[in-house]
């Protein structure tokens, strides 16, 4: 069975930096396309960045220049570098993957358990 575990929230003072990162653990055959998501109070949930099988990357227009996505292959994490953060950057942030468990297996969506975000003066 396959888990996506998020750490590294917490609450940080307007233009502060934040470092979230995801482990993904269990049969995994091959990790596709991965993101972060989040979610504020009363708002829907939605894509803040992303990297595409292929590596490109995609961010939305809030995050662009302040956040970063990477990830490691070998060790199955992906990670979001969150630098000059606002008060609108404050929400529940979501790890997610698409993975393969084996070779005869079909993609399947992960989602991690999140982690809170607080920018706050």
């Known amino acids: 069975q396959v888990q996506l575990v998020e750490t590294g929230g917490g609450m940080v003072q307007p233009g502060g930096s934040l470092r979230l990162s995801c482990a993904a653990s269990?049969?995994?055959?091959?990790?596709?396309?991965v993101a972060w998501y989040r979610q504020a109070p009363g708002k829907e949930r939605e894509l803040v960045a992303g990297i595409v099988s292929g590596g490109s990357t995609n961010y939305d227009d809030s995050v662009l220049g302040r956040f970063t996505i990477s990830r490691d292959n070998a060790n199955k994490t992906i990670t979001l570098q969150m630098n000059n953060l606002r008060p609108e950057d404050t929400a529940l942030y979501y790890c997610?993957?698409?993975?393969?468990?084996?070779?005869?297996?079909?993609?399947?969506?992960?989602w991690g358990q999140g982690t809170q975000v607080t920018v706050s003066s």
């Open positions: 997610y993957a698409v993975i393969r468990a084996s070779i005869r297996s079909g993609p399947v969506r992960y």
């Open positions: 269990g049969t995994i055959f091959s990790i596709n396309s």
